[in-house]
C-alpha cells in the first residue's frame, strides 16, 4: 500500500513539473506580455499603409475593395483590427481600399424606350453622369442610341461607372395647331395692331 501512495506522489510531482513546463513554453510561444498597438492607417495611401504596419511588425492585407469616385485611389477606407487594438507581433491587419480603377457594369438595351425609363436604369447601375441630345424623330423622349465617348454602344457593352452617357433622344413631332385656332390668334393680333 505503501508504494501505491509513493507513486501516486511522484505522478502528482511529474504532472506538476510537466505542467509548469507547458507554461513556460507557452509563455515563450505565444510572446505573453509582448504587445503591439495597431497605428491608424486608415486615409492613408495602401503603400505607405503597408509600410507603417510593416514598422511595427504587423502585415497590411487587402480584404476588400469598394470604388468611391470621392476618394483617392488606392487609399485605406477601413482597417481592422482597429486602431489602438492591442495584438501580438505578426498580426494580420486586413484593409479595405479604395479600388484603383472604377467598377465596370455591363448596358442592358436602352433603345426604345423612354428618357425616363433609360435615365432611371442607368441610376440603378451607379451611372450618374447622363447627357441628351435631341435628335429628329417621330417620337418624342423616345431613346434612338446610346453613346459613349462618341462611340455607339450596344446592349452588352460594358463602361466605367463614372462614365458620361449620352442619349440621343428623339424631338418628337412640332404640334400643329388647327386653322382655326390659327385664324383667330391672327385676327386678334391685327386688332391688337389696331390700338
Same mark, same amino acid.
Given at each position: 500500500?505503501?508504494?501505491?501512495?509513493?507513486?501516486?506522489?511522484?505522478?502528482?510531482?511529474?504532472?506538476?513539473?510537466?505542467?509548469?513546463?507547458?507554461?513556460?513554453?507557452?509563455?515563450?510561444?505565444?510572446?505573453?506580455?509582448?504587445?503591439?498597438?495597431?497605428?491608424?492607417?486608415?486615409?492613408?495611401?495602401?503603400?505607405?499603409?503597408?509600410?507603417?504596419?510593416?514598422?511595427? !511588425?504587423?502585415?497590411?492585407?487587402?480584404?476588400?475593395? %469598394?470604388?468611391? +469616385?470621392? #476618394?483617392?485611389?488606392?487609399? /485605406?477606407? =477601413?482597417?481592422?483590427?482597429?486602431?489602438?487594438?492591442?495584438?501580438?507581433?505578426?498580426?494580420?491587419?486586413?484593409?479595405?481600399?479604395?479600388?484603383?480603377?472604377?467598377?465596370?457594369?455591363?448596358?442592358?438595351?436602352?433603345?426604345?424606350?423612354?428618357?425616363?425609363?433609360?435615365?432611371?436604369?442607368?441610376?440603378?447601375?451607379?451611372?450618374?453622369?447622363?447627357?441628351?441630345?435631341?435628335?429628329?424623330?417621330?417620337?418624342?423622349?423616345?431613346?434612338?442610341?446610346?453613346?459613349?465617348? !462618341?462611340?455607339?454602344?450596344?446592349?452588352?457593352?460594358? %463602361?466605367?461607372? +463614372?462614365? #458620361?452617357?449620352?442619349?440621343? /433622344?428623339? =424631338?418628337?413631332?412640332?404640334?400643329?395647331?388647327?386653322?382655326?385656332?390659327?385664324?383667330?390668334?391672327?385676327?386678334?393680333?391685327?386688332?391688337?395692331?389696331?390700338?
Amino acid at each position: 500500500m505503501k508504494k501505491i501512495f509513493i507513486h501516486i506522489g511522484l505522478m502528482i510531482v511529474v504532472a506538476l513539473i510537466i505542467g509548469w513546463l507547458a507554461m513556460i513554453w507557452l509563455g515563450i510561444w505565444t510572446r505573453h506580455g509582448q504587445t503591439i498597438s495597431v497605428p491608424a492607417v486608415r486615409s492613408l495611401a495602401y503603400d505607405r499603409a503597408v509600410e507603417m504596419l510593416d514598422a511595427e !511588425g504587423l502585415k497590411g492585407i487587402v480584404a476588400d475593395s %469598394v470604388y468611391d +469616385n470621392r #476618394t483617392q485611389p488606392g487609399t /485605406v477606407i =477601413e482597417q481592422n483590427p482597429k486602431a489602438g487594438t492591442i495584438v501580438k507581433e505578426g498580426r494580420e491587419v486586413f484593409l479595405t481600399i479604395n479600388a484603383f480603377s472604377p467598377k465596370m457594369v455591363t448596358l442592358p438595351s436602352l433603345t426604345d424606350i423612354s428618357l425616363r425609363q433609360a435615365r432611371s436604369i442607368l441610376e440603378g447601375l451607379e451611372i450618374h453622369n447622363v447627357t441628351e441630345r435631341r435628335v429628329p424623330s417621330d417620337f418624342k423622349d423616345l431613346v434612338l442610341a446610346v453613346r459613349y465617348k !462618341g462611340t455607339r454602344l450596344l446592349p452588352g457593352a460594358r %463602361v466605367p461607372v +463614372n462614365a #458620361t452617357i449620352e442619349l440621343e /433622344v428623339g =424631338e418628337g413631332m412640332p404640334e400643329l395647331v388647327p386653322d382655326s385656332i390659327s385664324d383667330s390668334i391672327e385676327e386678334q393680333s391685327e386688332q391688337l395692331d389696331l390700338f
